[in-house]
């Protein structure tokens, strides 16, 4: 992700005043690739905040992001752990490559530090699973990083299914994708990311329906996965040659509650969309429209289908504008946890359903067949 791409969560995130600026949190950052220029933009966007510490393992990255920010006191380390062995801090934001998201988060963790860690949770269910041991037993918590959450139209998903117009939900048709969107770098090679697309958007998808509904536990899985445009240069240039994740993955998930999820996400794809989301009830519908490039905003109108008095009738949802940008209030709410000691804004107790299907989408496709979705005792 680029700096010009990231400069998109330049707004006007002054609207919004921090709980308490009595006290600067000391904060760490793990990893200074892409996604870390929006930690950093946005801690700075916060009086209450000091950026004590950055660690990486190619000290010249780290090295440009100081001198980027002008952070001329804050000290460089070359890995998590001499961080975290050398830094008295608040917490901590875990910015590494998908493969390293387990290993310092569990660390930082039982140091005592709270971590805000980007998505996805992590590549297996059982890495997620050690992430949860790790709280229970150091009592500080882990927020992942599901900025779409704070959106104000992603909310207004949440209020509407949970308001009982829809009714009992029964089959929720979702996904999205790029007609063509595949990153480059630690994105795409299985010994940084282990998961392609599944991973990196496919987890934003499910979490916009998935936390509507509470959560429900998964229970079984068909999953399928396929890497033909980026293992081919006509699409994907010189990175097709160490290209091998997944671009496309779809799965039939069954449920708790009896609930069918129909899923399917995309980096590349020829048609534009493989189609809007939908939430099916007893009593209405919700559609929820495909975006170009799918990042967990929306940008048209939803449409609630329901019945007036005996009349088919269809009620649009305009558009809610953003007063600030999500991104900036996921590091907000982070912050705040830190101070009031939780609970955790984006809990693990709700993503490991989400990483458990994931999860589970890698292994059937392997198989070939449905497989039971096994969560192991946290």
Known sequence: MSDNVLSQFKQAEEAVKPADTGRKLRIGIIGTGGISWCHFYNYLKMPDVEIVAIADLIPERAIERKEQFGLDNVRIYPSHKELLDNEELDGVSVCTY????????????????????????????????????????????????????????MQMIKKIVQSGVLGEIYYIQTGGGRRRGIPGGSFIEQSTAGIGAIGDIG?????????????????????????????????????????DVDDFGAAFVRLEGGIILDFRIAWAMHPDTPGDTIIFGKEGALRIPSTDCWNGSLDNAMILYHDVCGEQTETRIPL??????????????????????????????????????????????????????????I
């Open 98 to 153: 998908h493969r390293q998201h387990a290993e310092p988060t569990i660390y930082a963790l039982d140091k005592g530090v709270p971590v805000l860690l980007e998505k996805p949770f992590t590549v297996t269910l059982d890495e997620a699973v050690e992430v949860m041991r790790a709280e229970k037993r150091s009592g500080k918590f882990v927020s992942v990083g599901f900025q779409p959450r704070f959106n104000p139209n």
């Open 203 to 243: 987890c934003y998808s499910l979490d916009a329906v998935l936390n509507p509904l509470g959560y429900p536990k998964p229970l079984t899985v068909s999953g399928y996965v396929s890497d033909f445009f980026g293992k081919d240069p006509k699409y994907n240039g010189e990175d097709a040659k160490v290209f």
């Open 320 to 377: 809610k504008e953003e007063e600030t940008s999500d991104f900036y209030m996921k590091i907000r709410s982070f912050l705040d946890a830190i101070k009031t000691g939780g609970p955790s804004p984006v809990p693990t107790s709700e993503i490991v359903y989400n990483q458990a299907i994931i999860d589970g989408i890698v292994k059937s496709a392997k198989l070939g067949r449905e497989i039971e979705i096994e969560i192991p005792e």
